[in-house]
């Protein structure tokens, strides 16, 4: 099993957005691996692309960073000349455009959420031939596979903000569990009228699944507590 | 307050001693030579009305449209020379066309007034182009509500709740100011249109015209489209009414 170093970033990935009454609740896992190797275990997939649109990118980590660059640029100048900010509607179509137009050289999927005072909170999932679809909740990623029974089961119209935090959570965390590509920390980014709320979730906050260990923890903090069962040399 | 400004006036790059660019000034003239037009912002959209100014027996009714679609929801209304309307019109189709294409969404009245405004300031820019000699007042309906804008040869654009342009624009905006909008309803402002319209139609200086109306409401479910007919007789005859009433006072 050959550990090249050099292979390109990819975000195997597991992506969420949901919709609740009032605004979004966009969610990710943190693993970004070249290869076999994570290469960053606390990547930040939820990208801003204005005030009130957040991007969550999976797939090959460049491509979906110059997607956001080049779309976060043409949104400002958009604002500019508008003179309000602008709608979810007109950030995912950016977005869109890029991915359909450059199909060929990009691998990426994208889930672009936010709030506007027209249509409230909204989610537009564009996975990779550049296809936009708007929808109550999207999921994406590698790790989004083993989601889909599940939000089958757990999606429901009209949830508070809680509710639909605490379901993402949920819902990263699984993905976690089954997918070698998705692992870390759950990151939540809140949208809705009144602004927006970043949450962190570390690993060890989330709870275990089926036949997950409990996790081990370092040797050096055994060894400088005092502990029942000291270690014998 | 017109002057002569000979020598200064010759080209649209040329500035007056006393900082007035004469041709576009000119320009404005070829607008006021044309029949009226003119356009209120009522509580639940726009309505837009011309004064077609009939020069031949032979013309068929309904040619020679002077209102036009710029996008389902809003229109314009031209005045002036109607083959630089023709471009404006053109223009503003495409430009409306191509913001939908790029953003996703019908693009806001406000910025397609902006856009149209620029077009036609950018004519009076070059020495080797002239300025558009037409002016426009276009009224659409967005997400922002219904909005009222109007467009001068010199590129100037301004909101309004009423506006007009052409021969009778004085008298015009004299009736439009004693119109109470914020409580009037579309129904009721295609009434008034029709009414100021007759009201300034010079019979004595100019022939037959006629009456050509459009509007964008929540009763035409902010589309833009032509008046409907038995909307638009009624309104013709109210006015006529209206007008005969004057004249036997």
Same mark, same amino acid.
């Given at each position: 099993m050959d550990l090249n170093l050099n292979d390109e970033h990819s975000m195997g990935t597991t992506i969420i957005g949901v919709t609740y009454d009032g605004g979004v609740v966009l969610g990710a896992d943190s693993r970004t691996s070249t290869g076999m190797y994570v290469?960053?275990?606390?990547?930040?997939?939820?990208?801003?692309?204005?005030d009130n649109v957040y991007v969550c990118r999976s797939g090959s980590a460049a491509d979906s960073q110059i997607v956001s660059d080049y779309v976060r640029y043409f949104l400002h100048q958009h604002t500019i000349q508008l003179g309000q900010p602008a709608t979810v509607k007109v950030a995912a179509n950016l977005v869109r455009l890029m991915a359909y137009n450059n199909k060929n050289m990009l691998q990426t999927g994208l889930i672009v959420g936010g709030w506007d005072k027209y249509e409230g909170g909204k989610i537009y999932g564009i996975p990779l031939g550049g296809t936009i679809v708007e929808q109550p909740f999207a999921i994406g990623g590698s790790g989004s596979s083993y989601l889909y029974g599940f939000f089958d089961q757990a999606w429901k119209e009209g949830m508070t903000k809680d509710e639909a935090e605490q379901l993402v959570v949920k819902a990263v965390s699984l993905a976690i569990a089954r997918d070698g590509a998705s692992g870390g920390v759950v990151r939540t980014v809140i949208i809705n009228a009144d602004g927006v709320t970043r949450n962190f979730h570390p690993g060890d906050s989330l709870q275990l699944w089926h036949e997950e260990l409990e996790p081990q923890n370092s040797l050096l903090d055994i060894l400088n507590t005092a502990s029942p069962e000291p270690m014998n040399f | 307050m017109s002057s002569i400004g000979t020598g200064y #006036?010759?080209?649209?790059t040329t500035f007056s001693? #006393?900082?007035?660019?004469f041709q576009i000034e000119y320009a404005a003239k070829a607008v006021d030579n044309s029949g009226t037009a003119i356009g209120i912002k009522c509580k639940d959209g726009v309505v837009l009305g011309v004064e077609? !100014?009939?020069? =031949?027996?032979?013309m068929l009714p309904g =040619?020679?449209?002077r209102i036009h679609s710029a996008h389902r929801h809003s229109g314009m209304a031209v005045a002036g020379l109607a083959a630089d309307g023709r471009q404006i019109v053109a223009r503003t189709k495409s430009e409306a066309t191509n913001y939908e294409s790029t953003y996703g969404e019908a693009i806001p009245v406000k910025e397609l007034a902006d856009r149209v405004a620029s077009y036609v300031h950018l004519?009076?820019?070059?020495?080797?182009l002239r300025p558009f000699g037409c002016g426009v007042i276009l009224g659409g309906y967005d997400r922002d509500g219904p909005q009222l804008y109007m467009v001068e040869p010199s590129g100037i654009s301004y909101r309004y709740f009423g506006a007009a342009i052409g021969k009778g624009k004085q008298a015009a905006k004299t009736e439009i100011e004693k119109?109470? !909008? =914020?409580?009037?309803?579309c129904r009721e402002g295609v009434m008034e249109v029709a009414k100021i319209i007759y009201k300034v139609h010079d019979e004595a200086k100019d022939k037959a015209f006629e009456l050509e109306m459009s509007w964008v409401c929540d009763e035409s479910k902010r589309q833009h489209e032509k008046v409907p007919e038995e909307l638009l007789e009624e309104a013709k005859a109210a006015a006529r009414l209206a007008l005969e009433e004057m004249d036997a006072d």
């Open positions: 290469a960053n275990r606390a990547s930040d997939k939820i990208t801003q692309l204005t | #006036d010759l080209s649209v001693p #006393d900082g007035r660019v077609k !100014l009939i020069t =031949s027996k032979m =040619s020679n449209r004519c009076t820019l070059y020495w080797w119109l109470k !909008l =914020s409580e009037m309803t």
